[in-house]
């Protein structure tokens, strides 16, 4: 079986693009899986955007450490925006401008955004917009579990070495301090999901994180 090539040019090192409505949606929905292709793509660079940060310096300092200990030396960029928690709606004008403006710069061989069907309206909207920015690129929607529920049946599986996962963890909860008083945010709810998506695909380890792509061309 032939390894599938994810970036289109055979000379140009792996491009991703990473979007994510709040400071750690990035982690929750696809850090395993970033792990995963930075370790597999030693040349790969990665773009990293959050959208906000809830207007806090604190917040948006976090949003960026996490980053960096994601990425590493693959960080070709780091952007915090500040646009407001649970408002992206009301703000559809500064967002599209600002999709627009990463549209001319940025041109990444994978897309990693947020859910169209998220029940989340900041993150819907994201995803939204990421589609209509992104005509020609492979896109890959990613889940956050939340109060809302209304987690699916994604279509589309990235086994996880146990390493990958435990990494992902301790990285959100030593970057995200400002959340770990929230009940949810523990090591269980993400561990609990990587396991159940990992049992849907016969993941080796027992773990995967999983999206939803809605075209796919090879
Ligand atoms: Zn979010």
Redesign the pocket.
Known sequence: MHRLKLSKRDDAPLTILCI???S??IEIGCGATVLRLLHEHPAAQCHWIVLSASGSEERAEEARSSARAFLGSHAASIEVKSFRDAYFPFHGEELKNDFEEFKRRLQPDIVLT?YKGDL?Q??KIVADLTWNTYRNHMILEYE?P?YDGGLGSPNFFVPVDESLVEAKIERLMTHFGSQRSRQWFTPETFRGLMRIRGLECNSPSGFAEAYYCRKCII
Request: hydrophobic content about 20%.
């Open positions: 994510g409505a709040h750690d949606d947020h989340h900041d993150h956050i939340k």
